[in-house]
């Protein structure tokens, strides 16, 4: 009997159907993931199961009886806890205090809040995940982005009364964590299953997907097109399960060699035209922190060709709210302007449009807002306003963090083809098979210094994985 059965479940917006008929069995004592591209249903699904949104039809059970999940309270009454993709975080208040944020706050006498007892409790939350560099009494605000979401990952682990918890919900739960905070995540997710509990995880990286999950159901259109061991499926048709075609390749051949012309020196490194130079290095060795000192004032750096996509792009790259035309072309209103001082909407939206075709956007026009996009438009909505001021280097931080392997493949094709025309790119990424890739050469980033510069050809992800924790792996250095 599964712990978690969902039937029938069906909704849909205006008309327009999200999700179809699909069904979802969560076992107890597994982890079960949850795949699809961006816009396959799978953020309204968890929405539904979390009593944040109604489904049109839908038959739930928990331990065979029926249930119907009308609120975010009643969900928890139900024993499930979720962690969200977007981080709804209270920045002005303390770690504690986010933590403990929807429920009952210990108290002395029953009236004075026990802050003592608070930070203690969140102190435990945060232990469960071996985390002790985090102050409990710190402003959320202050907090790095990987931090934060290891905060809200510790709240759903948060012992307190009534229903415990039975089946944990993660979105995208990983994305915004290094590797050695993720392996930390994995080892607790592995003892909830120990204990007979359940996960249902959500996440683009395949490759983690199949190391951690026992069990996938893939979303397709509002579909649920498949569900079964994943011992018993290949990556490659994993991919071709959620996209609905198959992908020889995860990323495109290089089509053009780097040329020796610098385009950009400084800082350590060095990059040539038509180069992609990969930066490697654990959380907080300062990868982005170069990239943002490399691009400086943004005015300057887009005069002097130098464009960069931000590893934040909800909070960094856009403007939510406004319509993709205008997040295009904010930063190039003087330069796309008639005699510099007169651009028209007309004028905006034929640029945009354009540009939106060169990076493969799906929208239904220039228009529309960006916050109506999937993930992976989103942030091919940013690679848009990047490449309209025409740049020489582009700067990448954790570019496909949060975007689907169809999207990926997608901007990854870009890439290759902004290289072939002679633009040199640097590359952070968290992802060291994506580093490995797609780089011709790999920095790597140890105290916020660059130690070593190799051949990415051949490399081993052991081996850079070695090099980003300074211990010597008899990689050969290049220029």
């Known amino acids: 009997m599964p712990l978690l059965a969902l039937e029938n479940v069906s909704k849909a917006y205006a008309g327009v159907p999200v999700l179809r008929g699909v069904t979802l069995h969560v076992e107890a004592g597994e982890i079960h993931a949850l795949m699809g591209e961006n816009g396959a249903g799978k953020s309204t699904l968890i929405r539904i199961i979390a009593g944040v949104v109604a489904p049109d039809t839908a038959d739930i059970r928990i331990d065979g ?5 009308d609120s975010p309270a009643t969900a928890r009454q139900l024993g499930l806890r979720f962690i969200h993709q977007e981080l709804n975080v209270v920045p002005t208040l303390s770690v504690a205090e986010n933590i403990a944020m929807g429920a009952a ?6 009236v004075l809040v026990d802050w003592s007892r608070l930070n203690a409790m969140a102190v435990e939350a945060l232990e469960t995940l071996g985390i002790t560099h985090i ?28 229903t415990p918890a039975r089946l944990y919900v993660m979105d995208e739960p990983t994305a915004a964590l290094s590797r050695e ?16 509990n359940s996960v249902l995880y959500v996440s683009h990286r395949i490759d983690e997907v199949m190391r951690l999950c026992d069990r996938a159901t893939v979303l397709r259109d509002g579909n649920a097109v498949d569900s079964g061991s994943l011992a018993d499926i290949t990556h490659d048709d994993l991919v071709a399960l959620m996209i609905g075609r198959r992908i020889a390749e995860a990323y495109p051949p290089q089509t053009a060699a780097p040329t020796d012309e610098i385009v950009f020196a400084g800082h350590g490194l060095a990059v040539r035209a038509g180069e992609i130079l990969g930066i490697a290095g654990l959380a907080g060795a300062g990868q982005t922190e170069l990239l943002r000192t490399i691009f400086g004032r943004p005015g300057a750096a887009w005069k002097h060709r130098i464009a960069y996509v931000p590893r934040e792009r909800r909070a960094e790259g856009l403007v939510a709210t406004r ?8 930063p190039h209103l003087e330069a796309r302007a008639l005699g510099g001082t007169w651009l028209t909407p007309r004028r905006e939206k034929r640029f945009a449009a354009r540009l939106g075709e060169e990076v493969r956007l799906r929208a239904r026009g220039p228009a529309q807002a960006v916050q109506e996009l999937s993930g992976g438009n989103q942030q091919k909505v940013v690679f848009a306003k990047a490449l309209a001021g025409d740049p020489r280097l582009l700067l990448l931080d954790d570019p496909t963090r949060g975007v689907d392997v169809g999207a990926k493949f997608d901007i990854y094709t870009l890439i290759r083809e902004m290289t072939a025309k002679g633009m040199a790119v640097i590359l952070v990424s968290s992802d060291l098979p994506e580093l490995l890739g797609l780089a011709d050469r790999i920095a790597v980033m140890r105290g916020g210094a660059i130690t070593a510069t190799v051949a990415a050809k051949g490399l081993a992800e052991e081996d850079l994985l070695d090099l980003c924790y300074g211990r010597g792996s008899g990689v050969e250095a290049v220029a």
């Open 65 to 69: 009886r029926p249930v119907v999940i």
């Open 105 to 110: 706050y210990p108290r002395r006498a029953g």
């Open 135 to 162: 102050d409990p009494c710190a402003k959320m605000a202050s907090l790095a982005m990987g931090d934060r979401m290891l905060v809200k990952i510790s709240a759903a682990f948060l012992a307190q009364g009534g």
């Open 181 to 196: 905070e993720a392996e930390r995540l994995f080892a607790v997710l592995r003892e909830i299953r120990r204990a007979g």
């Open 323 to 330: 319509p993709i035309f205008e997040n295009i072309t904010l």
